[in-house]
């Protein structure tokens, strides 16, 4: 089976200061994954996908995040934070086993506040 | 234009009553599903159906019944509401190539603006 989890449930950092929101996943086959940011009272929007191509995927907004198979990790990064970046961030892997094939398998969520 | 679509966008009720909701989506994708978002912003997966079969239906109440017009449409309907169905229900859509009872492609999923359902 497979799973995700999200270190830290809420990361707070300073508009200009880098962000980093840890996501670590467990998976038998490889994984296809994915971030998504939820804004207050909406849906969620994709970020940027993994799904076996390169290593390093660059999404919209200025988000990256990097496939590390020895880690087993797809940690999201930006450069520098924009006030506008305060939302709710899912991890995902995509099931691809058993009955729950091609659903998503979402982490816990982290906030991010930025702060001025 | 408006990917995928939701109403109602929030919805009030009692305890006991039935209620549907209902999700559309205008881009040509052949899987569609239903996720539960939880107050602690938790998000799991309910049903999954691929040209109107279902192929996902995980450990809901049977209360819950998915149904499926057409391809473009997947409302969920509720029996007998109760206080813990109180949420924020979630349409997503996707394209996928099925190939017997396995989702051979990944192609990310598109969601829906969510309704929240509060049962007092």
Redo the contacts between chains.
């Keep these: 089976a497979q799973s995700v989890t999200q270190l830290g449930s809420h990361v707070s950092v300073s508009e200009g200061a880098l962000v980093l929101l840890r996501c670590n996943y467990s998976s038998s086959v490889p994984p296809?994954l994915?971030w998504?940011v939820?804004y207050p009272n909406?849906?969620?929007?994709?970020l940027l996908?993994y799904?076996s191509a390169a290593t390093l995927v660059k999404g919209i907004n200025g988000f990256e995040a990097e496939f590390k198979k020895s880690e087993t990790s797809f940690h999201l990064t930006k450069p520098s934070a924009h006030m506008s970046d305060a939302a709710?961030y899912?991890c995902a892997v995509?099931?691809s086993s058993g009955?729950?094939?091609?659903?998503?398998?979402?982490g816990?969520?982290t906030k991010l506040s930025v702060k001025p | 234009d408006t990917a995928?679509s939701q109403t109602p966008k929030y919805l009030v009720t009692q305890m006991g009553n039935d209620k549907s909701i209902k999700c559309e989506q205008n881009l040509g994708h052949d899987?569609m599903?239903w996720?539960k978002q939880d107050s602690?912003?938790?998000?799991?997966?309910m049903f999954?159906y691929?040209n109107k079969e279902l192929?996902?239906n995980?450990t809901v109440p049977n209360r819950f019944s998915p149904k499926s017009p057409d391809k473009a449409h997947l409302n969920l309907h509720i029996n007998s509401l109760e206080l813990g169905d109180s949420a924020v229900y979630?349409c997503?859509s996707?394209q996928?190539i099925r190939g017997g009872?396995?989702?051979s492609s990944?192609n990310?999923?598109?969601?829906?603006?969510?309704t929240r359902l509060t049962v007092l």
């Design positions: 296809y994915f998504y939820q909406q849906g969620l929007q994709l996908k799904t709710e899912f995509r099931a009955g729950s094939q091609g659903n998503l398998i979402f816990k969520g | 995928v899987t599903y996720y602690k912003k938790f998000l799991k997966i999954s691929n192929i996902i995980e979630f997503a996707s996928d009872t396995r989702l990944y990310e999923q598109f969601f829906g603006p969510g």
